[in-house]
C-alpha cells in the first residue's frame, strides 16, 4: 500500500443484485468495513416498489443505463434497446421479478469450467439458492424460508392465464407446479421476487439490513472511473460523485457494475486485451484477452395473438381501467398491479418433448409493442419466446477513454444459426398450442407473425426482424481454469492481486432463464470465498 491510507476494509463498486448480496454477507459474516459506490441515485422512486411499476420505469427510461447495440448483422443489419439498471438495487429493482434458478446442467457446466478443486457444482449452488429464498410456497431440497429474499407465486390467476395453463398441457407439457424444482420441463406459475404487494429487490433483502450494521457505508451517484493499481495490486478507486472526483483506498476492491459496466471498468483500467487497448492509449496493467469477451444473452421472440374482449390485462393497464388498477393496488395492494402481471410461463424443448427445456415462455396477457405495456384496445397475448441455451456469444469493447461514454455492446443475436433455428421451431410449437381447446376459445387471432408466414424461411424472417434481448447480458469477465479467464474460480482477477469481480459477468456460460436469482447466488458464494480467503470472518 503506497502512502494513502487505507480508508475501508473493502470497496463494493455498484449496489446493483450482486453488490447488495456482497454487502449483506460481508456485514452478515465478517467485521470488515464496507464502502459500496452506486453511479445511480437511491432506490426512493415508490414505482419502484410497486410489482407493476417496472413497465412505466422503462417506458420512460427512468433509473436506467440506457444504450443501443450496434448494429446486429443477423437481426437485418439494426440495432436494439438495450438497458440495466441505474439505481439502488440495480437490475433487481427495474426489472420483471421473474425468479429462476436455472438447470442442473448449467450449474455442472461452471464447475467444469472452474476445473478440479473448485466448488461450482449444482449442489454447492443450491445451498446458496436455499439460503437466499424465503418461500412463501415451497420447502424442500429446492427451496428455503428462513433467507431474506422474498418470493411469492401469484395470488389467483387470471382466466387468460389458466387457459395458456390448461392449453399448454392438452399440447402434451405437463403441469409443473415448480420449475425450479427438480425439473425445469412443463407449464407453471411464475414465482416472483415481490411478496404483499411490494418488490422484493436485492437492495431490500441484503443491502439495508447490511446498512443497519453500521459497517457498511452507501454512496450514491458516484460513478467509479477507474481502479486504482499500484504494482499489480488493486489498492482503491477514482470516482467522480456530484461533479467532484474522488479517492478511495482499500485493501480489496470487488467490482460488482454487472455484465457491460464491469468489463468497461476493468478496461478503462488497463486490464484487458493488450492490443486493443494500447490503440486507444490505455496503460496496460495485464493484458487479459477476454474481458468483455463470451457476452451471453436471452433473444426473445414475441409472439402475439388477439382474444376475446374482457380477457387478460389490455384494459386494465390503460385509461380507466389503469386508474382503478392502481387505486385497488392503493387499498388492499392486491390485483394486477401487486405482481409482475405475468401469471405463467412453460418451459419445452419444441424439438423433443421429453428433454430438459431449450425455450422459456411467458405468457404476458396483454398485446404490447414495446413488450412492457398494453398498445391498443384490442385484447391479446404476447407469448415471449426466449431462447435457454444460446451458442451465439459477442462482446463489450471500449470505444473511447471517457468513462462517461457507453462501451460498444454487441450481443451478436443468432450469430449462430442454431440459435435461429431453435426460434423458428418454438413458433411452430406454440402455433400447436394456439389451436388447443382451452386456448383455441379465447384466442381470436394470431396477429405475428400471422398466418400468411408459414415457411421456415418466412418464419425465420420475422424472427430476425422482431427478436429483442430478454436484457440478460452475462459472461463478460469468464470465470475459468484456464489462461484465458479473466476471473479464477474464486473469482479473484487473474494478474492484478486484491482485486475481485462478483457480478452476473462472471458467468461462463449463462444460465436457463432469468439471470437475477443466479447472479445473487453466485455472489453469496464468491463473498464467502472472499471471507475465508481474507480471513475477515
Ligand atoms: C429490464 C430488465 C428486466 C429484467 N427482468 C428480469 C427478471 O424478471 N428476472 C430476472 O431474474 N432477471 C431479470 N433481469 C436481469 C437481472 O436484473 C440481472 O441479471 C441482474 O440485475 C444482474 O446483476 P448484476 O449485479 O450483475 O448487475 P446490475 O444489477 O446491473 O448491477 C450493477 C450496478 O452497478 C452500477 N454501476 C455500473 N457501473 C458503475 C460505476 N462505474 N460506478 C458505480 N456503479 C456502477 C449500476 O448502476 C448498477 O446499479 C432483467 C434485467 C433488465 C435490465
Redesign the pocket.
Known amino acids: 500500500m503506497p502512502k494513502q491510507a487505507k480508508t475501508c476494509d473493502v470497496i463494493v ?7 447488495c448480496v456482497v454487502a449483506g454477507r460481508l456485514a452478515e459474516r465478517s467485521t470488515a468495513s464496507v464502502v459500496v ?4 441515485l437511491n432506490d426512493f422512486d415508490p414505482l419502484i416498489h410497486i410489482p407493476a411499476g417496472f413497465a412505466k420505469i ?1 417506458q420512460k427510461d427512468w433509473h436506467v ?1 440506457a444504450y443501443d447495440t450496434a448494429l446486429q448483422k443477423q437481426l437485418d443489419g439494426t440495432t436494439r434497446r438495450y ?10 429493482s ?7 434458478r436455472g438447470q442442473k446442467q448449467d450449474f455442472d457446466r461452471w464447475q467444469e469450467a472452474a476445473g478440479e478443486g473448485a466448488s461450482w457444482d449444482f449442489e454447492t449452488m443450491l445451498r446458496h439458492f436455499r439460503a437466499q429464498e424465503c418461500n412463501d410456497t415451497f420447502h424442500d431440497r429446492f427451496h428455503g424460508i428462513d433467507g431474506p429474499l422474498r418470493i411469492s407465486l401469484p395470488k389467483g390467476i387470471n382466466a387468460l392465464n389458466a387457459g395458456c395453463l390448461k392449453a399448454f398441457q392438452e399440447a402434451g407439457l405437463p403441469y409443473n407446479p415448480d420449475y425450479n424444482g427438480e425439473s425445469q420441463r412443463g407449464v407453471s406459475p411464475v414465482q416472483g421476487n415481490y411478496a404483499d404487494g411490494r418488490r422484493c429487490s436485492a437492495a431490500d433483502a441484503f443491502l439495508r439490513p447490511a446498512l443497519r450494521s453500521g459497517r457498511v457505508e452507501l454512496r450514491t451517484s ?4 477507474r481502479i486504482l493499481i499500484d504494482k499489480g495490486r488493486a489498492i482503491g478507486v477514482e ?1 467522480v460523485s456530484r461533479g467532484k472526483r474522488h479517492r478511495l483506498f482499500a485493501g480489496q476492491v470487488v467490482v ?4 457491460i ?1 464491469t468489463p468497461k ?1 476493468l478496461m478503462l483500467s488497463g486490464i484487458g486485451a493488450a492490443d486493443q487497448l494500447t490503440g486507444l492509449g490505455v496503460q496496460i496493467r495485464h493484458d487479459s484477452p477476454e474481458v468483455g469477451q463470451n457476452l451471453a444473452d436471452h433473444p426473445i421472440v414475441p409472439l402475439k395473438a388477439f382474444c376475446r374482449d374482457g380477457f387478460g390485462y389490455q384494459r386494465s393497464a390503460q385509461g380507466l381501467g389503469a386508474l382503478a388498477t392502481g387505486l385497488r393496488y392503493l387499498l388492499t395492494k392486491t390485483g394486477p398491479a401487486a405482481s ?1 402481471a405475468i401469471d405463467t410461463v412453460s418451459y419445452f424443448d419444441p424439438q423433443d418433448p421429453a428433454a430438459e427445456p431449450s425455450i422459456q415462455c411467458y405468457h404476458a396477457p396483454i398485446i404490447s409493442e414495446d413488450g412492457l405495456s398494453p398498445s391498443g384496445k384490442q385484447a391479446g397475448v404476447t407469448f415471449e419466446l426466449v431462447v435457454l441455451q444460446p451458442q451465439s456469444r459477442g462482446s463489450i469493447t471500449l470505444g473511447s477513454l471517457d468513462p462517461r461514454a457507453m462501451p460498444r455492446i454487441d450481443p451478436n443475436f443468432f450469430g449462430e444459426t442454431q440459435d435461429l433455428d431453435l426460434a423458428v421451431k418454438s413458433v411452430r410449437y406454440m402455433r400447436d398450442v394456439m389451436t388447443q381447446p382451452s386456448l383455441q376459445r379465447i384466442l381470436t387471432a394470431e396477429v405475428a407473425p400471422g398466418i400468411e408466414r408459414q415457411s421456415d424461411a418466412e418464419l425465420a424472417q420475422w424472427v430476425r426482424r422482431v427478436a429483442t434481448t430478454m ?2 447480458p ?1 459472461g463478460t469477465c469468464r470465470m475459468g481454469a484456464d489462461d484465458r479467464a479473466v476471473v479464477d474460480s474464486r473469482l479473484r482477477v487473474n494478474g492484478i492481486e486484491n482485486l475481485r469481480v462478483i ?3 462472471i458467468m461462463p456460460n449463462i444460465t436457463s432463464g ?4 443466479p ?1 445473487m447466488a453466485l ?1 453469496r458464494h464468491g463473498t464467502d470465498m472472499m471471507i475465508d480467503d481474507l480471513c475477515l470472518a
Not at 222 to 225: E, G, M, W
Open positions: 463498486i455498484g449496489a446493483g443484485a450482486a453488490g459506490l452506486e453511479a445511480g422503462l443505463w438497458r440495466s439498471g441505474r439505481v439502488v438495487g440495480g437490475g433487481s427495474i426489472n420483471a421479478m421473474c425468479y429462476v458516484a460513478t467509479v472511473t470516482y460488482s457494475s454487472g455484465a459496466h471498468l409482475n436484457w440478460h452475462v457480478d452476473a459477468s432469468n439471470t437475477n436469482a447472479t455472489a
